[in-house]
Structure formats: C-alpha cells, structure tokens
C-alpha cells in the first residue's frame, strides 16, 4: 500500500494556503450574503480547473427545516462597535465584534457582569457582560430588562470570539437588544473595576440586515461513477476562520482538482466533493439531493491545518462509529503515520512530527449525519486549537506541513481504495481489524464489537471487490426517523417540557455521542446487545441517562420501538 504515497505527492499545500487566504476574506456567517459569495468563488476556482459542480440554493429564513434542524435567520452586518475603558472596538478592525445574528440597535449604561443567577435581579437597564451559555444568557437579558449584551469567552486572551445566536423567526419576537463581543483581558479588566466598586460605563452598537431571505448554498462536484468516496467540509464561519473552516474548504478544491485529473474508467470508485454551511447544510443536501446508496464512505475535512508550536494542535483521527465500522480510517491511520516523520531514535527508526492519535467515534461536524444515515464517515481533525472561533484564527498561523500530512494522507486513502488490487486491500484489511479489536480487547469484552467489525468487512468487501468479514444481519429493535441532529430546540417544538429535560440530561456534552451511537447500534441489534456493544466501544457509559433520553424521543415521536 505504501506505492500510493509516491503518487499522494502531487497534493500542493502551496496552492491550498492560496486558496485559504481567498476564503478567509469573507465573513461566512450561516445566513449571510458573504457565505454564498465564498461559495461561488470555489465554483469559479474548480470551473478554471476543469471541475463541473452543481450549485443547489436552499434557503435561511429562519423558519425552514431540514430533517431536523430549523434555520437560523438571514443576516448580513453593515457595522458594529463597543466602547469601553477609554477603548473603541469596530468591527472594521474585525467582524467578530457583533455576535452573529445580532438584532440592530445601541445602547449607553453602565455595564453589569453575570457572574451568579442573583446578579440578574439586578439587570434591567443595564449592558450585561456574559462568560458562558450565551444563548441561554441574551434571552434572559432581553426578559429582564436589560438593554444591551457582551459577551466573552474564556481562553481567547485578546481575540474577539466568535459566538453565534442563530436566531430562529419566532425568536424575533422577544430578541430585541443588541449584542456584541469583547476579548477575555477587556472583559475581565471590567470585572475587576465592578469588583473593586466603580461603575464601568459602555457604550455598544449594531447595525443588520435581516432580509426575509439569503439562500443556502450547498456546492456539489462528481468525478466519475458511482459509487463515490465523498469528501466533505463546511464552509461557514466567521471572517478569518482559516483554520475553522477555509483550512477544510481549501483542501477540498485541491483533492477536486488532483482527481480530476486522475480519474480514469479502471477506478472502483468514482469520487464526489460537497462544500456546505456546517450542518444545516449537510441535513439539507442529505433530504433534497443524496442517492444515499451511492456512497461507499466519507471523509470530512475540519480544521487540518492546525499549529502544534503556536496552537497546540495534535492531529486526531476521529473514526467511524463501531457501528458504521469500515478500513476507510485504518487507511486515515496508516497514512498519515508514514507521512508524519521527521527526525529519527537512537537506532535509526523515524520520530513522529506532530502528536497523532486514532478516537472512537466523536461528534462535531458534518461527517455525524452521514453516519446516522448509515455511511460510514470519519474526519481527520487539529484540536486542541487555542486560536478556535476566535479572530486570531488567521492564515499566519496555521501549519503547512500539517496540510501535507492530513491532505496527501487523504489522497493516498481515496487512490488506494479506487486502485488497490484485490490482495492488497484483503491483506490491509485483515490486519486493520485484528489492530482496532486488539485495541478494545486490551481493556474489555469485545464479543459484540467483533461482530460488528465483521459486518462492516462485510459491506466494504461489496464495495471493493473483496472476500472479508461476514454480513449477520440486521435484528435492531427501534426505527429512528427523522434522522439528524437532535437539540433542544428540536425536542420543544414538539413538548417544551421534554426539550427542558433533554437539554438538562445533555449539560454534558460527551453524552450525546453515546446517544447517537447507541441509536445506530440499536437499529442493527436488540436493546441488550446495543448496550452491550456500547459499552465495548466506549467503556462505562451512563444508561439510566441514555435510558430517559431514549424515552423522550420516543414521546416525540423521533423513535419507536420494532
């Protein structure tokens, strides 16, 4: 399998920062006219390089929704600013000064730290400052009087944050205030003066459109047959995001152009790229335009192009969940281990360049709706990032040879799926199964999992021409439908009481992809057998919370039993 990294060389990361420092010049809010404008420029890049993209135009208006998730309004900032402490933050400096989806507005007063519930008897009239559960917090300020919203966020130094409302239509009835942002080290010089007795005036301002409607782009690009290997990245975010997400985008248009050249008619696969505002996006595209059935896997490109000197970034490889299991991320692995070296032991033998490490399946991006719909999907990922949504987020700081390692890695994986013989991928295959079952067996039962891995050999050997694995069968015991993104917000537009109870069970956010893997587990085997492979997968998991989980999507009718 190594002959596919001889020909993984031609990946540029030369021409991906290029095309990162392109992307980052628009503010790419979801909603927002500048988010389209990215879009079309990408169109434009591929139609130079001889790439035929389809251009599908859904739609933000605040109330349209996709499977699950209702859109957030349209909104395009004009300007905003904030004075305070003697200091005039604009958003001509950056755009991260007003909050995404910010109502227009002023306001002038004295400014009111949040930093206990009690403090919120004390915000009418005032300009709060708040640190955390943003969303939660603004409705609160515009219930209780106040008259303008700052925000924070810790870790960010002197960056802006990036901290989204994504308003819905409905919300427009009580979202009157202004919001807008400041660094951590402004903010928490404020606190220490309101702490100390004085008053700390403000002064803030916004100024939006919200037109009844900006269009949803999703940009689609085929090379070939099905079926397709489809490389996926969302587009959205804020001016610069260049790592978040341009570092993703950009790489995307270089795979394009590399294997559209490439392809030819002996290909197993044909291959397929999809650009998308995260989420909302992909939900769309998945109900209005997916042959599902087409696609033998995907790879979501999110933030690859991340530090370790000035971030602290590592390159994490998130893995299909167990119950999608596939060689598609042991080919990841492989790759970009022979890739990351530099340097050599005592003896001679090479030393990684960037920390690396392999996880079971965890939620983020966009490649968690294709697995709910059964495609196996993983993501190679830089996290931690300490520049994350935030205006420091800038092209300067992102690593090339990060995107030499993860890019050339993807392109070795999709060319040895497409091209590899029969005994290379049988071989690959076997090796990588008996590596990920060694792994879960070292610290537990792997009785359920290997049954999984088989079926997953299984569905890969259908795809490249292979004898692995066995196909058991599917014996699950509950029908998951719609499929997509579960929130609050989705819950309580059913009941509102039971959207309160899963928001509360779901504080902790490493319970969600649990939840999601337990549906996808209990759709292939029966409840007992679900838990059980669960617990393989991840080790102790918290079923009585999964338990009530489970009932209050069954009460909303998004589960039922078989």
Excluded at 281 to 302: C, H, M, P, R, S
Aim: aromatic share 12%; with cysteine; proline share 4%.
């Amino acid at each position: 399998m190594k002959r596919f990294l001889k020909e993984a060389e031609v990946f540029d990361a030369n021409e991906v920062m290029r095309y990162i420092g392109d992307i980052a010049q628009f503010h790419r809010i979801q909603g927002s006219r500048e988010l389209v404008e990215a879009v079309r420029f990408i169109r434009n890049e591929l139609a130079l390089w001889g790439v035929k993209t389809e251009f599908y135009e859904e739609t933000y208006n605040g109330e349209e929704r996709y499977l699950t998730l209702t859109v957030p309004i349209a909104w395009n900032l004009v300007r905003a600013s904030v004075e305070v402490l003697d200091e005039r933050f604009t958003s001509s400096n950056t755009p991260l000064v007003a909050m995404a989806h910010s109502p227009s507005g002023g306001a002038e007063g004295e400014v009111l730290p949040i930093l206990r519930d009690s403090d919120w008897e004390n915000s009418k009239g005032k300009i709060v400052l708040v640190g955390s559960n943003w969303r939660d917090a603004y409705r609160k300020a515009n219930e209780s009087g106040a008259i303008g919203f700052i925000a924070y966020r810790e870790g960010t130094g002197k960056a802006f944050p990036y901290i989204g409302l994504f308003l819905r239509k409905k919300d427009l009835l009580w979202a009157r205030i202004p919001a807008v942002t400041l660094p951590e080290e402004t903010a928490r010089r404020v606190i220490s003066k309101v702490n100390s007795g004085e008053s700390v005036k403000a002064k803030i301002s916004v100024e939006a459109e919200t037109p009844e409607k900006e269009t949803l782009p999703i940009l689609y690009a085929r090379v070939g047959k099905a079926p397709y290997i489809l490389f996926t990245a969302h587009i959205c975010h804020p001016k610069p995001g260049a790592n978040d997400n341009a570092s993703g985008s950009a790489t995307l248009i270089e795979l394009a152009r590399i294997l559209n050249g490439l392809y030819d008619d002996s290909f197993r696969f044909g291959f397929a790229f999809l650009w998308i505002p995260e989420y909302y996006g992909t939900q769309a595209f998945i109900e209005k335009y997916a042959n599902i059935d087409e696609y033998y896997a995907v790879v979501n490109l999110d933030m690859v192009a991340g530090s370790e000197d000035r971030a602290g970034s590592t390159i994490m490889l998130v893995r299909e969940p167990l119950s999608r299991f596939s060689i598609v991320s042991g080919l990841l692995e492989y790759y970009i281990e022979a890739l990351n070296r530099r340097g050599s032991s005592f003896s001679g033998s090479a030393l990684p360049m960037f920390k690396f490490k392999s996880y079971a399946y965890e939620m983020g991006s966009d490649h968690d709706v294709f697995n709910f719909f059964g495609v196996p999907s993983s993501m190679p990922i830089t996290w931690p990032d300490c520049f994350y949504h935030s205006s420091e987020d800038t092209i300067e700081k992102l690593s090339k040879e990060t995107l030499e390692v993860i890019g050339k890695a993807v392109l070795a994986t999709a060319l040895a799926l497409a091209k590899g013989s029969r005994e290379e991928l049988e071989r690959f295959a076997r090796g990588y199964a008996m590596k990920y079952l060694g792994e879960l067996s070292r610290d537990r039962e792997a009785e359920k999992a290997e049954r999984l891995v088989m079926s997953g050999l299984a569905r890969d050997s259908k795809f490249l021409g292979i004898k692995s694995g066995h196909d058991f069968g599917s014996e699950g015991w509950i029908k998951w439908d719609p499929k997509g993104i579960i929130s609050e917000e989705y819950i309580s537009s059913v009941d509102e009481g039971l959207g309160k109870e899963f928001k509360e069970l779901t504080r902790e956010r490493k319970i969600l992809p649990l939840l999601y893997e337990f549906l996808m587990l209990s759709e292939l085997l029966p409840e007992e057998e679900a838990f059980k492979a669960l617990e393989e997968e991840f080790g102790e998991v918290e079923r009585e919370k999964l338990e009530k989980m489970l009932l209050i999507l069954e009460k909303t009718g998004t589960v039922r039993r078989i």
